[in-house]
């Protein structure tokens, strides 16, 4: 392996804490900024299929400044990274290729690459030469690294998962059915009715509702709660009803996730009215 490529491998993983800090907190990372720049809250759309391909070119920015945050470094003069004394550059894919530019020969470079439709990234590090590219060329020089070229490449992680996205676990009727819809709770209504039974997060639900104080549309009054329950199903927070989710022996759930859920017996029904979370006769 290249001596500077090994160099810069332990220093990152110095940076990170170690192989296993990095492979708890990286992949949790990625997640959090594809969900940033999809931004379903304001623009209704769930995947990242669906962005545009400067959308697409801002990922690998957010996700560079990303990285550096959480190693600690600096922003180098010429390349995004600098790591002792080296400049480093990093890139990004939603592909199955880097575009490298010609500043970056002679450099180390970071490559990342995102497959969103099965939750898998790889992360590795090169030293860019001109016998690791493809020949040719788009109108800026930049250039593809070759098969050849890309068994140089050290990875750090390979075909390693990540949080997957959440819309990808509803069904396509279902996600027609959000999109047409036309009020927060109505779409709060269609997502619980939908995953009975499963933890949801906050921000799945602020993505769904599309609304300003998007959490009020999960309440009674007018809220998802009052329609869920018309139906026989109860709607619980994981901060306020630990001990009934645990009772009624659903899956944990965190602070900032809910969980609906059908009684079927007295016995759960008399304890859902007693928390105050059931108002069915």
Known sequence: MDGI?????????????????FRAKFPP????EIDR??????TGRYFL????KTEKTYLGTRVEIALRHFLGLSKGEKLDLRIGEREVDIKNTVRSNWSIPPETQGYCCVLIRIDEDRALFDFGLVRITEDILNPGGNRDGKRSISAVGLESVRWIFEREPYPANFFNSLRPETLNELRLLKTGAARMAALFRELVGTPVSREAVIAVVRQNDSLKRLRKNGGARDALE??????????????LIAAMGLPPCGPTEFISFRPVTGEQVEALR???????R
Do not use: M
């Not at 990372?29 to 959090?32: K, Q, S, V």
């Open 29 to 32: 990372l990625l997640r959090a």
């Open 274 to 280: 007693r928390k105050g979370v059931w108002d069915v």
């Open 49 to 52: 299929r669906e962005l545009e």
């Open 37 to 42: 720049v999809i931004d379903s809250h304001h």
């Open 5 to 21: 490529v090994a160099e810069i491998e332990l220093e990152i993983l110095r940076q990170a804490k170690g192989i296993a800090n």
């Open 230 to 243: 018309r139906e026989g199903i109860a709607l619980l927070s994981g901060k306020y009803d630990t001990a």
